[in-house]
């Protein structure tokens, strides 16, 4: 996981799995670390806590669903450091809804923000990898697009559609130099994120069994614990590194084996 020299980025730097990747990425020896978030004060935070771990570190403010704020932002990092080696696309919305109470708008916020601006920020990165010959992607999928889970249809398809759409990158890139992975969290203990998710519809979990409560959802788990932050960090810059250069368009689970039951 030597990260030695390399300039990387991650997006919803400002806090949890976002925060501890960059700081990550500073600790493996990485000299430069762009941090991008739409919540400033959270991402200068971050920024400072890279720069104490080592490295130079900048805060870029991006708004995943908007296409000119990515574009800007890229354009900011690229002038910055000169180069990407490695693009951490973390950053997005954990969503739950009731599908028949879903509107068109909070649809269009989840998937614009998770799925479209993967979409678009992979596209930056890959402009700016082709023109240097080489670096690496890692995309953020989530456990609720291969486990099935109440009220996570939307949630489903943005975070699906962003481990297949890594697929076909993979495949595009591999003989530009590009590699292109995902990760995919399980249940993971986080601190609130500094930008409130959007509201949702109550669920109304008819004919269910009562699910458990949010303090237990560990116990779900094949582990019986909550997956740490650094964990998932850990996986990213592994996938970042030399260490891992033949690994390319991979979807890896960080979930400590698996679920009894994914339902809560």
Same mark, same amino acid.
């Given at each position: ?54 490295? %130079?570190a900048i805060a870029v403010?991006v708004d995943l669903g ?27 919305? /954990? ?28 596209? %930056? ?115 970042? /590194? ?23």
């Amino acid at each position: 996981m030597d990260m030695t020299g390399k300039s990387a980025l991650v997006t919803g730097a400002a806090s949890g799995i976002g925060r501890a990747t960059a700081i990550r990425y500073a600790e493996r020896g990485a000299a430069h670390v762009a941090c991008l978030d739409i919540h400033e004060a959270g991402n200068r935070d971050t920024a400072r806590l890279v720069e104490a771990a080592g490295a %130079e570190a900048i805060a870029v403010h991006v708004d995943l669903g908007s296409v000119p704020s990515i574009r800007a932002a890229y354009g900011a990092v690229a002038a910055a450091f000169g180069r990407i080696d490695a693009a951490a696309h973390i950053g997005g919305y /954990s969503w739950r809804g009731e599908t028949v109470d879903v509107t068109e708008a909070q649809w269009d916020l989840v998937i614009g923000v998770n799925l479209r601006g993967t979409f678009f920020c992979c596209q %930056e990165a890959l402009r700016l990898m082709y023109a240097q010959g080489s670096g690496t992607i890692v995309n953020m999928s989530a456990d609720a697009a291969f486990f099935p889970i109440y009220g996570f249809a939307v949630q489903a398809a943005g975070k699906g559609g962003i481990a297949l759409m890594s697929e076909t990158l993979a495949h595009e890139a591999a003989r530009r130099g590009v590699r292109v992975n995902v990760v995919s969290p399980g249940i993971t203990r986080v601190e609130p994120t500094g930008n409130a998710r959007p509201a949702s519809p109550n669920l109304r979990r008819e004919s269910l069994p009562n699910p458990p409560s949010a303090e237990s959802m560990h116990q779900q788990t094949a582990a019986g614990r909550w997956m740490k932050a650094d964990e998932i960090a850990d996986a990213v810059v592994y996938l970042s /590194s030399d260490a891992a250069s033949g690994i390319n368009g991979t979807l890896l689970h960080i979930n400590g084996g698996g679920y009894i039951t994914l339902d809560y």
